[in-house]
């Protein structure tokens, strides 16, 4: 359990932003699934671009799980400010900094990650967004810009002093992008510096794992990203760990066929007949991938262009897979 100013969360596991993965529908789903809080994807600072589709879909934050927390990402502190405040009136109970994302797209505007080298504007930043609101702030890091520059502590250090609410720390440099070692000690010397929550992340990919990192960090929590695409129900696997020591069963066939059906009807809904099919097709084939015959079907769902089609299709799988398990 821990503290996000008048939040009290109660379960360690949280999801980890995702641009293009943790639109509402899946944030839902994993709050559902035992996840004590979500993370919307980002959002740009750059409020000119707010009138494109993708941005109006992420900030619509109406009807969402509770506590809405809601990233923004950028390099300049009044604009980050005004974005700050503009998601707040939009519903926004938290926002959530991003300087953990080594995205291109995100990097060459120096925002992200990028802007760990400048520690000055770090803190010109994180001060312009937390007075400029009335919700706690929370920060997204990696451990420094390179191998050799490696400023995570230092810039926790700024954090705190800023009155960024909690931290999260993708136990990797930018430069390192997703690959090598995570670095969970200097998760682990940023979590004894601070006094604030200090969440840890990077390759968490089951509950014997999360124990081990929190037991070694002593965060306060864990981020899951990757770990969770077509794997919502890690969520309530992990927590169930942490708390009791012992490992749930593997969902049975019926209930992740109950769950990815589910996930559907609402990536149908809230994205609409033509883009929401288009979007199914990424998780269908992160919850199949490992199935029997899952990529060959993937090839063949990702032609369909209907959610008719599409759910159909997906309930004839499960029927195959069903009969091959047993026959097994
Ligand atoms: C597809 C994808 C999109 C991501 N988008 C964001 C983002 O919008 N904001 C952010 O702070 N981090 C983003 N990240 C980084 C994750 O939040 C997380 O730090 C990283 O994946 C490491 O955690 P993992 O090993 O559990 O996946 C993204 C990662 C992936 C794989």
Request: a positive charge; one cysteine or more; charged letters at 25%.
């Amino acid at each position: 359990m821990f503290r996000i100013g008048p939040y009290t969360i109660d379960s360690q596991v949280i999801l980890a932003p995702m641009a293009g993965v943790t639109d509402r529908p899946f944030r839902q789903l994993c709050r559902k699934l035992g996840a004590g809080l979500v993370v919307s994807e980002m959002v740009t600072s750059d409020t000119r671009l707010w009138n494109t589709r993708k941005s109006s879909y992420r900030l619509n934050h109406t009807g969402d799980v509770e506590p809405r927390s809601v990233q923004i990402a950028g390099g300049e502190p009044q604009m980050m400010a005004e974005a700050a405040r503009m998601n707040v009136e939009r519903g926004a109970q938290i926002i959530d900094i991003n300087m953990g994302c080594p995205a291109k797209k995100v990097c060459n505007k120096a925002a992200g990650s990028a802007l760990l080298k400048d520690e000055p504007l770090v803190r010109d930043i994180l001060r312009a967004v937390v007075d400029a609101v009335d919700v706690p702030v929370t920060l997204k890091i990696r451990t420094g810009w390179a191998p050799g520059q490696r400023n995570g502590l230092a810039i926790a250090r700024i954090a705190e002093d800023a009155g960024i609410q909690a931290l999260a720390v993708h136990g990797r440099t930018r430069a390192c992008g997703y690959k090598g070692e995570v670095e969970y000690d200097t998760i682990s010397q940023i979590k004894q510096a601070l006094d604030i929550p200090v969440f840890a992340n990077g390759d968490i990919i089951s509950p014997q794992k999360a124990k081990q990192v929190l037991d070694y960090t002593h965060a306060d929590g864990v981020l899951i990203g990757r770990a969770a695409q077509g794997r919502p129900w890690l969520f309530r696997e992990i927590d169930h760990y942490l708390r009791t020591g012992n490992l749930l069963p593997e969902p049975k066939l019926e209930e992740v066929k109950a769950i990815l059906l589910g996930h559907l009807q609402e990536l149908y809904t809230f994205y609409g007949d033509f883009m929401g099919p288009r979007i199914a097709r990424k998780h269908v084939g992160w919850y199949l991938h490992s199935q029997p015959e899952g990529s060959t079907f993937r090839k063949a769902f990702n032609k369909l262009e209907s959610a008719e089609e599409q759910t159909s299709a997906i309930e004839d799988f499960f029927v195959q897979l069903m009969n091959y398990k047993a026959s097994a």
